[in-house]
Each structure stands twice: as C-alpha cells, then as structure tokens.
Nanobody
Framework: QVQLVESGGGLVQPGGSLRLSCTAP????????MGWYRQAPGKQRELAAV???????TYADSVKGRFTISRDNAKNTIYLQINSLLPEDTAVYYC?????????WGQGTQVIVSS
C-alpha cells in the first residue's frame, strides 16, 4: 500500500506559523501532482494548495498570501508553509497525490489554532 507520510501539525496561537511535510515514495513523487487538502470540524474536505511535477502551484482563495506549497525533489517531500494562522485554519490537513484518476491520501495531521 502506497504511503504518504505527513508531519508537522500541532497547536499554535493565532498569528503563528507551521510547516507541514509530506513524504512519498519516489515513483509517486516523480509522476504525481501533490497537494494539501484540509477538513475542518463539521465541514467537507477542501483544497488548500497543489503543486505539479514541474512546480506550478495553485491555491485556494482563502489561503492565498499565507500558505506556500513547495517541493524538494531530492527528498521526495512537499511542504506547506502556513503563516499568519487564523482560528479558521483549524483542521486536519491531508497530503494528496494525483495522477489522472488515481488519487492517494495520507493519514492527516491535525492543526489547531487557538490561544
């Protein structure tokens, strides 16, 4: 079973920052578009940011200017730098890999923004 391994979540105060990481097997990382989705309590899972194999990025309007997605090809890892955290950023953040109709998910990492 393919594993996407996330890390970096936690409890942070409003205005703080976090960096989430997701590592994938090399065969996945090379060929798949990678991204981050999030699911807040009581809400549907939604896109936060996506990065293609060649580094093109897409962001949800709600996170533009505060979230930055990047990839390190040498480490088979993508990152999500989250700045100026808001209480409404509280959610489980899921790593996602997509190739055509094939979609893979990580187990999720919890981010809680609270004072």
């Amino acid at each position: 079973q393919v594993q996407l391994v996330e890390s970096g979540g936690g409890l942070v105060q409003p205005g703080g920052s976090l960096r989430l990481s997701c590592t994938a097997p090399g065969s996945i990382f090379r060929d798949y578009a990678m991204g981050w989705y999030r699911q807040a309590p009581g809400k549907q899972r939604e896109l936060a940011a996506v990065i293609t194999r060649v580094g093109s990025t897409t962001y949800a309007d709600s996170v533009k200017g505060r979230f930055t997605i990047s990839r390190d090809n040498a480490k088979n890892t993508i990152y999500l730098q989250i700045n100026s955290l808001l209480p409404e950023d509280t959610a489980v953040y899921y790593c996602n890999a997509r190739f055509g109709v094939v979609v893979l998910w990580g187990q999720g990492t919890q981010v809680i923004v609270s004072s």
